[in-house]
């Protein structure tokens, strides 16, 4: 046999020598090993998945029940989502409470105006928050980043709890100085709203503005453009769908949040999470799933829309 002339020979005759011949009925009990864990991977997967979506699959097939138990199916009907687009229509009456769809229009409009509005504060705030991030060095820049995800990382009660004495004491020192009466309300709820979605829209952007070609920026400085052109024509257009997707995202949650809302909220400003969870006080229809339904489709349609558009940033 010819010694072997390059190094390349020679590792691998050494590593020919020195291999190892693995019996088969080891083999065998490996590959047996490995066919049951993907086995119990799928398994367990398929069980978390059941656990999650098979009792929001039960509420929506029950939101078109005929009984006016929720627990007994006796026929399909659309008579719950007609009841609710029926101006008036009685929806449920339990004692001197009697709810109606002109509650539900009305929580349904407060709910749209507190995210709305909430989310175009926390869009602004929250943009702003990433740019200064992910651009600059400054004094404080560390404590701003670990504040910044403090409303995602305590529990929303918590939240909810320290928002509703910080108005507390805000009315009572507002009423010192200036009189009045101050009480929680819409604007309260929109605070808080802004409060917990600025994180949520900054993380979106910040991982949008982490693959941002600054070059072009560079470029257009270079041709004599001003920042602030620079900004609306170069950087802006090519962080909108981040934007985009963040301000979603807000909507999303500032639509379906009832902790935090609950502690901020006054009389008049009913939302539409705090309204079924009345209803459920006192019974449980079909009512309540067809509005569960209603929340969760809009809910799902708005968050499909902002991983297209994340990803669209992504790419």
């Known amino acids: 046999m010819a010694a072997p002339t390059t190094v390349r020979e020679q590792v691998q005759r050494l590593g020919a020598r020195r291999a190892v011949v693995i019996p088969a009925g080891a ?5 047996l090993i490995r066919r049951v864990g993907r086995w119990a991977i799928t398994v367990e997967s398929l069980l978390v998945f059941l656990f999650l979506y098979v009792p929001i699959l039960i509420l929506v097939i029950y939101s078109f029940n005929a009984s006016r138990f929720s627990s007994v199916w006796s026929g399909f009907t659309l008579d719950w989502y007609r009841s609710l687009l029926t101006p008036g229509a009685t929806l449920s009456t339990e ?19 507190v995210a709305a509005v909430s989310t175009l504060i926390a ?15 400054f ?25 509703l004495v910080f108005f507390s004491l805000l009315f009572r020192l507002v009423a ?44 257009a400085a270079d041709l004599g453009a001003t920042p602030w052109r620079t900004f609306w024509e170069v950087t802006f257009p090519l962080i909108l769908p981040g934007i985009i997707g963040g301000a ?13 809302t609950f502690f901020t909220a006054g009389v ?22 067809a509005i569960s339904t209603l929340m969760l489709v809009a809910s799902v349609i708005l968050v499909i829309g902002s991983l297209l558009l994340q990803r669209r940033a992504a790419e």
């Open 27 to 31: 083999r065998r009990r490996a590959r």
């Open 268 to 289: 008049g400003s009913t939302t539409l999470p705090i309204f079924v969870y009345g209803m459920i006080k006192f019974s449980i229809t079909p009512t309540i799933n």
């Open 123 to 137: 869009t602004i705030l929250g943009t702003m928050v990433a740019l200064a991030l992910s651009r600059y060095r």
């Open 139 to 163: 004094r404080g820049k560390r404590l701003l980043d670990v504040l910044l995800y403090l409303p995602i990382i305590i529990p929303e009660i918590t939240m909810g709890i320290s928002l």
């Open 95 to 113: 004692g001197a409470n009697e709810f109606t769809s002109r509650g539900v229009i009305a929580a349904f409009q407060n709910s749209l105006i």
């Open 176 to 219: 010192f100085l200036f009189g009045g009466q101050w009480t929680l309300g819409l604007p309260t709820i929109i605070i808080g709203h802004v409060a917990f979605n600025i994180p949520f829209v900054a993380v979106v952007v910040r991982a949008r503005l982490a693959d941002f070609p600054h070059a072009l920026d560079e470029a």
């Open 248 to 260: 979603l995202l807000a909507f999303t949650l500032s639509l379906d949040d009832f902790v935090i």
